[in-house]
């Protein structure tokens, strides 16, 4: 018996391991789950599939995560961030659907890099942007959400740069993403995407994967600098995102 319900046993098993690996870094971050998840499951599923899988599992850990302090969210800037957060996840779920796969995979791998690069080169800042940037992040993010699962990082540079604490920063970031998280599941149940009974059934197999990743995030969190993962994850992205490139031009 070489699959399960339709599904390769050798292409579960890397799906649990990756679903097991992103709810690690989420559960240290506060986002980023699909900026592994994502890259790496395209090598071995459809990026519609694996958008689809993993939106399952970011929301279920987006509610374990983003509603661990809700009384310490800013909730002027959530509310800023979720009109465009609606509108660019409309957009992108339309692109989504419509964009071929090979342009899909090279839009993902350049997001990716783009983003790894990023977050390797920049530097501390206290400098504060202006609340209208809360427009540009939550339009991008809701576009980023749907396109590659990846909402987070454009929500995580405005409001890093809002002059929050630490703990307002963790708590109003989870809601934002667990409202882009939200928007997205619904969207790919109207479009579709999200009635493959195979997406359901492999979800059901990455899940509890899924919420030991982030129990061990707990322990790991007390034992690790997250400056020191943030760059392993980093280098892990410019990998990843090169690859998706070099395969989606080859």
Request: avoid cysteine; aromatic fraction near 10%; glycine fraction near 10%.
């Amino acid at each position: 018996m070489t699959e399960f319900f339709g599904i390769p046993w050798t292409v579960l098993a890397v799906l649990v391991a990756v679903g097991f690996v992103g709810s690690i870094v989420f559960g240290l971050t506060g986002f980023g789950a699909a900026l592994i998840t994502i890259p790496v499951a395209t090598h071995f599923v459809p990026l519609p599939f694996a958008l689809a899988l993993f939106s399952l599992m970011d929301l279920g850990n987006a509610f374990r995560i983003g509603l661990e302090n809700p009384r310490t969210a800013v909730r002027a800037e959530w509310i800023r961030l979720v009109p465009m957060i609606i509108v660019g996840t409309a957009l992108g779920v339309t692109v989504l659907v419509n964009l071929p796969r090979r342009w899909g995979m090279l839009a993902l791998g350049v997001f990716v890099l783009a983003y790894a690069l990023y977050t390797l080169v920049r530097s501390e800042s206290r400098s504060r942007v202006g609340r209208g940037w809360a427009w540009v992040a939550g339009l991008v993010g809701g576009l980023t959400s749907s396109l590659f699962g990846a909402g987070g990082p454009p929500y995580a540079i405005y409001l890093s740069q809002r002059g929050l604490t630490k703990t307002q920063f963790r708590a109003t970031l989870g809601f934002a993403i667990l409202t882009s998280i939200s928007l997205r599941v619904v969207a790919f149940l109207v479009t579709g995407i999200l009635l493959d009974v195979e997406v359901w059934i492999a979800a059901l197999v990455v899940l509890p994967a899924a919420w030991l990743g982030l129990s061990l995030a707990r322990r790991v969190f007390l034992r690790i600098s997250r400056d020191l993962l943030l760059r392993a994850v980093s280098v892990v992205l410019v990998l990843s995102g090169a690859t998706l490139i070099l395969r989606a031009l080859g």
